[in-house]
């Protein structure tokens, strides 16, 4: 799985767009890029995949550039509830892929 | 109803005991993972099982044996426990399709003294 490079730690004012990003340069073509977030010590907690296209649900959006080497996990309006550490995760999709490799993440 | 459930939450135990953690998933999930994360807060993955079958194996001391009786448990037992053990235990579970998004247990927290 592709390496990926977060900043330690960011700051939000609450209400405000949090804008998360991540470098994973390395990245190949049959790799996705996940989002999980921690809150304090429960148990990790997925927000959002995606592969190529920019991808919203109910948590957050994803917006994954062209070349894929890096995207931005957005909080749109972010609030107390929101301050976890954030852990972009690249891998491949699918059945006997499904080993989560987690790094040191961002600190919301 | 809890998705995925495990028990004790707190463990505490003396050098060379034995122990066991549980894990269930009520979500019909065929693949259940194994996670550690130590007091660095570094969460690394220990095993996987898909129904019933071990699938990942991630250099873990012969010491943790992880056991499936069916496809909605697996459990962890630890023998002859050391200080390193001590650590937050995670189960995970996911189907086996995509987004094959992990769903999370609430931890065991686990001090071996």
């Known amino acids: 799985d592709a390496k990926t490079t977060q900043p330690p730690s960011m700051d939000c004012a609450e209400g405000r767009a949090a804008n998360l990003p991540c470098n994973h340069s390395?990245?190949?073509?049959?790799?996705?890029v996940y989002w999980y977030r921690q809150i304090h010590s429960q148990g990790p907690q997925y927000i959002i995949h995606?592969?190529?296209n920019n991808e919203t649900n109910e948590m957050a959006s994803l917006i994954i550039t062209e070349d894929r080497k890096s995207s931005t996990l957005i909080l749109p309006h972010a609030t107390l509830r929101d301050t976890a550490v954030y852990y972009c995760?690249?891998?491949?999709?699918?059945?006997?892929?499904?080993?989560?490799?987690f790094g040191t993440g961002t600190r919301l | 109803d809890t998705a995925v459930s495990q028990t004790p939450k707190y463990l505490v135990t003396q050098m060379g005991n034995d122990k066991s953690i549980k894990c269930e998933q009520n979500l019909g999930h065929d693949t259940m993972y194994w996670y550690k994360q130590d007091s660095k807060k570094f969460l690394k993955i220990m095993f996987s099982y898909n129904n019933k079958e071990l699938i990942i194996n991630e250099t873990v001391p012969n010491r943790f044996s992880p056991k499936s009786p069916d496809k909605a448990h697996l459990n962890l037992h630890i023998n002859s426990l050391e200080l390193g053990d001590s650590a937050v235990y995670f189960c995970?579970?996911?189907?086996?399709?995509?987004?094959?998004?992990?769903?999370f247990g609430p931890g065991t927290r686990l001090t071996v003294l």
């Open positions: 995760i690249v891998r491949v999709g699918g059945f006997g892929n499904e080993k989560l490799t």
């Open positions: 995970a579970s996911s189907r086996d399709r995509l987004p094959n998004e992990q769903f």
């Open positions: 995606g592969l190529k």
């Open positions: 390395t990245i190949s073509g049959n790799e996705y």
